[in-house]
């Protein structure tokens, strides 16, 4: 039976000299990976440490249903989609989208039929992987920071300088497009996202066949709508793009 053996901190000497200044491009994962990963897990903890020592976290009064406190806010891993709330139906925020995104990362084994990079780290070699899926976690990553950081009283957008003493009025000079011109919107956009990429890079299309590309060009469409419908309410005040008896986007 093996035996985990530390190394003592003396020896992470040779180790970094042997990750950096070695002629090799190739990595292992032992100890380049390990290595890089234990200095960002102390990295971390010392983050996380101070971050403790400095905030202050006191314990509120004993919750009362009959005040609620303003803004009243979700634990952090899910004030995310408390602030997708602001801009698309509360069954789309809250459970479409959650069950679309886990939807999608399970589909992900078997949709990527790129086997370049298997084993190894290289973005030269997962351009297109690599870059949508920074994009969605950054976009996830921001939508906590703002609903965290950024949402005030009655949950209106306060910027780091202004006070959360000067209550801000709700929003009421929205507007959403015309029931056609959304339809004729979204449903351009879906075939402009799907087709164009196909026709610009057939090999693309070729390598996934029409299932795969369908899956991919889709999800990554839908994805990419929730910045655009994001900045469509902040830009131009548009509440929804289209608008049904049923829900509206």
């Known amino acids: 039976m093996p035996l985990f053996v530390p190394l003592p901190l003396c020896s992470l000497v040779p180790l ?14 032992w100890p380049d ?4 990963e234990f200095l960002t ?3 971390l903890t010392i983050i996380l440490i101070a971050w403790a020592l400095l905030a202050n976290a006191p314990l509120l009064e004993i919750a009362s249903p009959a005040r609620s406190e303003n803004p009243s806010k979700a634990p952090w891993y899910f ?12 069954w789309i925020a809250g459970v479409m989208i959650p069950s679309i995104i886990v939807f999608c990362l399970m589909m992900i084994p078997y949709v990527d039929c790129n086997s370049k990079g298997s084993g190894e780290y290289s973005f030269s070699l997962r351009k297109f992987a690599v870059i949508n899926f920074i994009f969605g976690f950054l976009m996830w990553l921001t939508l906590l920071f703002v609903g965290f950081f950024l949402r005030g009283p009655s949950w209106q957008l306060y910027l780091p300088w202004e006070s959360w003493e000067k209550v801000k009025d709700i929003e009421e000079n929205l507007w959403s497009l015309n029931p056609a011109v959304g339809l004729i919107s979204l449903l351009a956009y879906l075939a402009l996202f799907i087709i164009l990429p196909a026709v610009i890079k057939k090999d693309f299309y070729k390598r996934r066949g029409i299932a795969r590309y369908a899956i991919v060009m889709l999800s990554l469409a839908l994805m990419y709508f929730v910045p655009m419908k ?11 793009v289209l608008v049904t008896p049923w829900f509206n986007v």
């Open 230 to 240: 994001i900045l469509l309410r902040l830009v131009f005040n548009i509440k929804y």
């Open 33 to 36: 990976l390990a290595f890089m």
């Open 16 to 29: 970094y000299k042997t990750m950096y200044h070695s002629k090799s491009k190739k990595h292992l994962v």
């Open 41 to 43: 897990a102390v990295a």
């Open 79 to 90: 004030v995310g989609l408390q602030e997708l709330l602001v801009y698309f139906d509360p």
